[in-house]
């Protein structure tokens, strides 16, 4: 897991439509840099420096993992996003958006684009007023007072106005979802997804433990005879970690991403085994699925069969090269026969055979969107 350390933002505008700009700046804060967990009053301000039109600002406070280095790098790309024009002008001028990194934990940074606390802000009531009323006792790094002292301490005479205006607080996913499940074909990219998302968002990952089963090698070689011992191991197996894992975890307070889910047994059992078989296997499963914690969503990722025996040959495992195009398809069929008949699961079908979320920031975000937008 990475360090998650609390930032504090102030943003301000005053050129074209104001609200919406900072609306849009704290959407984008929310889907690059982390979860935001408070958003401050509008507050209206005459020009501060120069002769322009009044200023919107806010100021926020984000939970993120991104290093100071990252952070600075993503601010900027945000307003240059958004419409931000920067010159070579020194003195201050109108902007469709400003962001700038108040605070950084209790960090004193000192880089040659940025530095923390910002030099400029104990001298600015139109950053001061927003920051204090949601973080009024938050210490200074350097003055070791609190903002809320800062601000009594602060000369600037500057008006500044609570509007009646706000901003909309972006829901983030770990807020939205205590427990997530993603499934998919053999060499769908469900792992990879579950670890990105673990690592962005800080979760608690469950991941199964295939490489662990002696079985697997020899399924791909002789599928008749070893099809019910593999396929009880994977229950047995299954059913022992999401128990064993699940209870470690608090599933009111933390954020869980897992790699599978139980019913992926069933799914491989009905294309593996003998009906005989299948209606001894089905009964241990009915048992086991019962005590199973369900997910709050489940999330099934879909790749063409082309795009399956693509992944599965750069991956390069061993047993896993023979692996026929019927075979994936089979196991599609039986994970969508699977979703239609869980009305009670909340499911989310994803086709990522066009996107590339391990090397493209903005697919992986295309999917972090829907995950989050799904009702």
């Excluded at 704290?26 to 967990?37: M, R």
């Excluded at 209206?44 to 200023?55: A, C, E, I, L, V």
């Excluded at 210490?139 to 809320?148: D, E, G, R």
Aim: with cysteine; glycine share 4%; aromatic share 10%.
């Amino acid at each position: 897991m990475k360090i998650v350390k609390t930032t504090y933002l102030s943003l301000g505008t005053n050129q074209g439509e104001k609200l919406q700009n900072l609306q849009d700046a704290v959407d984008a804060i929310g889907k690059n840099i982390g979860h935001i967990i408070k958003i401050s009053s509008v507050y209206s301000t005459k020009s501060w420096g120069f002769s322009g039109n009044d200023f919107f600002n806010i100021c926020v406070e984000v939970t993120t993992n991104m290093v100071p280095e990252h952070l600075i790098n993503t601010i900027l790309e945000i307003e240059k996003t958004l419409g931000r024009e920067r010159s070579n002008i020194k003195t201050y001028q109108s902007r469709k958006i400003d962001i700038d990194i108040l605070l950084y934990d209790e960090e004193i940074i000192l880089l040659k684009n940025l530095i923390v606390p910002h030099p400029r802000m104990l001298d600015r009531k139109f950053v001061l007023i927003p920051l204090s009323e949601i973080a009024a006792n938050i210490i200074h790094p350097v003055k070791k007072i609190s903002i809320q002292k800062c601000l009594q301490n602060c000369t600037d005479s500057t008006e500044v106005i609570k509007t009646e205006l706000n901003i909309k607080r972006p829901i983030s996913l770990i807020e939205k979802y205590n427990y997530i499940a993603i499934e998919g074909n053999i060499g769908s990219g469900k792992t990879s997804l579950a670890k990105k998302m673990g690592d962005d968002f800080n979760a608690k990952l469950v991941l199964e433990r295939f490489a662990d089963n002696p079985f697997l090698p020899k399924f791909y070689t002789d599928k008749d005879r070893y099809a019910f011992p593999l396929e009880m191991s994977f229950l047995a197996d299954r059913y022992h970690q999401l128990t064993d894992d699940l209870a470690q975890f608090d599933l009111f307070k933390s954020f869980i991403v897992s790699d599978y889910f139980i019913f992926k047994s069933l799914i491989f059992a009905q294309i593996t085994l003998p009906k005989e078989e299948y209606n001894l296997y089905r009964k241990m499963f009915d048992i086991m699925y019962k005590e199973i914690t369900k997910p709050d969503i489940y999330v099934y990722l879909y790749q063409n069969t082309n795009r399956l025996i693509d992944n599965i040959k750069k991956r390069g495992r061993t047993y896993e090269q023979n692996i026929k195009p019927d075979y994936l398809e089979s196991i599609h069929k039986g994970y969508l026969n699977f979703i239609k008949t869980r009305d009670n699961l909340n499911t989310l079908i994803i086709d990522i055979t066009e996107i590339d979320f391990v090397n493209n920031q903005t697919d992986y975000q295309i999917i972090i969107d829907k995950i989050v937008g799904n009702d």
